[in-house]
């Protein structure tokens, strides 16, 4: 563990996916993801039948990263939007509380001006969520692990893990 | 930075395959993919110049089974190993868990090896991390090439930390799972250390 590291428990899960539900609904969109920075998939809503979804995190924390580089190439500190036009389907992304990549795909049932739109209000909704989040992992660090299961586990169970 | 996902009970790790050019960080993922049975991985991505040189990263995301009720799931990546890719490496290695050093052992390749290790000190370094405190593995890969130096040769200069170490043959799949279950094993050991 280098960083504060990403604990989720089930009520903050709840509040996740009870913001990009609506919102999925609000934007016509087809399917949303929330990754993290790091390549990690949070939360989806919406048709995800289909889509390789850890692929899709982890692309998406790449080409985040490959801009963000970018940016700063140029003194940007970030471009915080992208916009990926399709055939058919299309990408909109954007950096929330500074960890989190919100991604919504959506099709002709909708357009790029409804998506930024509530995308822009459900983002502040989930900054403040994360933001939440994050000081409670903080919290948790500073007082000693918290309800890590990794406070339970012994050397076997990690052994065993590799047994075979 | 693992995550724990209470909802969904699963911890995901990160590990990152680093190395000179040409030493064998793709081919180490390919046998992994290659061997692990298709319930247990996901898709591996390569995103690769059309020589089949690494541009920007590997990806492989394994499942290695369950820890009290939590799935454990472990995503590789490779860096491009060519020096001049070094933007990319620095991108790949935030919120590493845990580091593979492979070394290209033909005796030639030294130098490079000897460059990518001092790399990697730096990137973790700008980040905030530590090559000492992190979970590490060197694999020293090529063994069975007639021009390999001799690993104690290899051991002195690369292994200044006394890291865990494996000798491999990565395209034969010599010592590939050895080293992925060390850092693995490293990874959760380091998890349950610093939770309590």
């Known amino acids: ?164 | 930075m693992s995550f724990i996902n209470y909802s969904s009970r699963e911890i995901n790790c990160k590990i990152v395959y680093y190395g000179p050019g040409l030493c064998g960080k793709t081919t180490n993922l390919q046998f992994i993919y290659n061997k692990t049975n298709p319930d247990l991985k996901g898709k591996m991505i390569s995103l690769a110049t059309e020589t089949e040189r690494t541009l920007f990263f590997d990806f492989l995301p394994l499942a290695l089974g369950q820890i009290r009720g939590f799935k454990t799931r472990f995503h590789l990546y490779t860096v491009p190993g060519q020096v001049f890719y070094d933007a990319s490496r620095k991108l790949i290695l935030k919120g590493v868990d845990g580091v593979v050093f492979v070394a290209d052992s033909q005796i030639e390749r030294m130098e490079a090896n000897l460059e990518s290790m001092d790399n990697l000190r730096i990137n973790l370094r700008e980040q905030g991390y530590e090559l000492e405190k992190i979970p590490f593995v060197i694999q020293y890969n090529k063994r069975d090439l007639p021009n390999a130096a001799p690993l104690d040769e290899m051991r002195r200069q690369l292994n200044t930390m006394g890291a865990v170490e494996f000798e491999a043959c990565a395209q034969g799949g010599e010592g590939v799972f050895e080293t992925l279950k060390a850092v693995a094993k490293g990874v959760l050991s380091d998890l349950k250390r610093l939770s309590r």
């Open chain 1, 1 to 164: 563990m280098l960083d504060t590291q990403l604990v989720m428990y089930e009520e903050d899960h709840k509040q996740i996916l009870a913001v990009i539900g609506r919102l999925v609904r609000d934007a016509n969109a087809k399917c949303i993801f929330i990754v993290d920075k790091n390549g990690q998939l949070i939360a989806e809503a919406g048709e995800v039948r289909g889509i390789d979804t850890t692929s899709l995190a982890s692309l998406t924390a790449g080409s985040i990263a490959a801009t963000g580089g970018l940016a700063k190439i140029i003194g940007e500190e970030d471009f915080p939007v992208h916009f990926h036009q399709g055939a058919r389907d299309n990408l909109h992304v954007t950096l929330v509380a500074k960890r989190m990549i919100l991604v919504v795909i959506f099709d002709d049932r909708s357009s790029l001006g409804l998506v930024r739109l509530r995308v822009k209000k459900a983002g502040a909704e989930m900054g403040k969520i994360f933001e939440m989040i994050q000081k409670k992992a903080e919290a948790e660090q500073a007082t000693g692990g918290g309800q890590s299961p990794f406070n339970e586990i012994t050397d076997d169970d990690i052994d065993n893990l590799f047994a075979d």
